[in-house]
């Protein structure tokens, strides 16, 4: 069974920047492609960004565009999301997730959140004005 442990929210103020880390374990990290995803209480969930199993392709949603980087490294089992020039519109809880990549690259949904097979409990991002 995959586990999935976030770490590195917390306060900052906007404008500011946090690394968030997330640890895989359980099974073949290179086998699976990882996404983040955000959600506030109220809303649904959202998706952030993703990047294909070897790290070759990334994806943004519009809103984090050009101010966050997703990234992975295969030999620590790790995936990252750096977030700079944050907003009080990023609050939120910030979970990874991992799908399996055992499959032709059309069948990966990289920014539908119920395609994941794995979630982490997630980590909480709040931005201050």
């Known amino acids: 069974q995959v586990q999935l442990t976030e770490s590195g929210g917390g306060l900052v103020q906007a404008g500011g920047s946090l690394r968030l880390s997330c640890s895989f374990s359980?099974?073949?990290?290179?086998?699976?492609?990882m996404g983040w995803f955000r959600q506030t209480p109220g809303k649904e969930r959202e998706f952030v960004a993703a990047?294909?199993?070897?790290?070759?392709?990334?994806f943004y949603a519009d809103s984090v565009k050009g101010r966050f980087t997703i990234s992975r490294d295969n030999a620590r089992n790790a995936v990252y999301l750096q977030m700079n020039s944050l907003r009080p519109g990023d609050t939120a809880v910030y979970s990874c997730?991992?799908?399996?990549?055992?499959?032709?690259?059309?069948?990966?949904?990289?920014?539908?959140?119920?395609?994941?097979?794995?979630w982490g409990p997630g980590t909480q991002v709040s931005v201050s004005a």
């Open positions: 997730a991992a799908q399996w990549a055992g499959v032709p690259e059309s069948a990966i949904y990289y920014y539908e959140g119920n395609r994941y097979d794995f």
């Open positions: 359980g099974r073949t990290f290179s086998n699976y492609a």
């Open positions: 990047i294909s199993w070897d790290g070759g392709k990334t």
